[in-house]
């Protein structure tokens, strides 16, 4: 492996019915760019009559990135927001102060014959300190909003930031970039040299990188301001992600994200307390985990 390249590996983790690979945060480097957490959903097909149920939970000092290559989910927020999500759509939640959100499979797709399938990848994006305690928000923008870059045998599209002199419509707080990258066999595409961290992770196929071939669950972080191309060594689908350094260290605690640990242990007790917003149409929550 070239000294101008990691590799992160995913570690799959169970979340009953179905499975994910967790890159980030890893051990020795919590963020690339911006990008503090980062999940590769699938793929699964649920038995009909099952699916995904994540029940309303908080989040705080965050961005979550909802994007799926199959299947599809109901977002509802604390904002009254009931927005489905379908592959190729941009779901953009700004957490800020506090949010409470769910995603569920909808009943059309889980009641299907052949049951209801999910891939796809979800991201946090760590917001500044200077707006960490930003008001919430949420956008939605569907798959042909989004700009698109062609090259010989690639077809990229920009989820969000700025990347080869376009830029997608997601309000973002910092430079960064984050890109669905399509190839085929023997397609090659560079990096974006204008942000100083950068990766790619390989969602399907395999691809080579400065010689070295990776596949499925890996992430490869590349050096600051090394060129770096991603070549194609059958089809494959790619993920290109990064952007500007953040400003300082960030801490962690279930879904809460801050660069104050005093404001975690606040959000603690708001949750406990009931302090967040309710989620219209749901009547139930995920619980303060324990520690």
Known sequence: MSAALRVLEGRPRDLGGFSVRRVLPADGLQT???????????????????????????????????YLFEGEFMHRDSLGTAQLIRPGDVNWMVAGRGIVHSE??????????????????????????????????????????????????????????????RRAPAAVFAPMFYLDSVLQPGAAVALPQEHVERAAYVAEGEIEMEGVRYGVGEMVVAADSVAVTVRAVGPAHVMLLGGAPLDGQRFIWWNFVSSSRERIEQAKRDWREDKFGLVPGEVERIPLPEG
């Open 104 to 165: 569920r499979t909808p009943a059309e797709a889980r009641n299907a014959p052949a049951g209801a399938a999910i891939h796809g990848i979800q991201t946090w994006v760590a917001l500044p300190q200077s707006h960490e305690e930003t008001e919430p928000s949420f956008e939605h923008h569907p798959a042909r909003t989004l700009p698109e870059i062609r090259s010989e045998g690639a077809v990229l599209r920009l989820i969000a930031g700025e990347a080869f002199g």
């Open 32 to 66: 690339v760019g911006p990008f503090i957490f980062f999940d590769h959903m699938g793929p699964a097909v649920f038995a009909p009559g099952s699916g995904v149920d994540v029940r309303p939970h908080p989040h705080i000092g965050l961005a979550t990135v909802t």
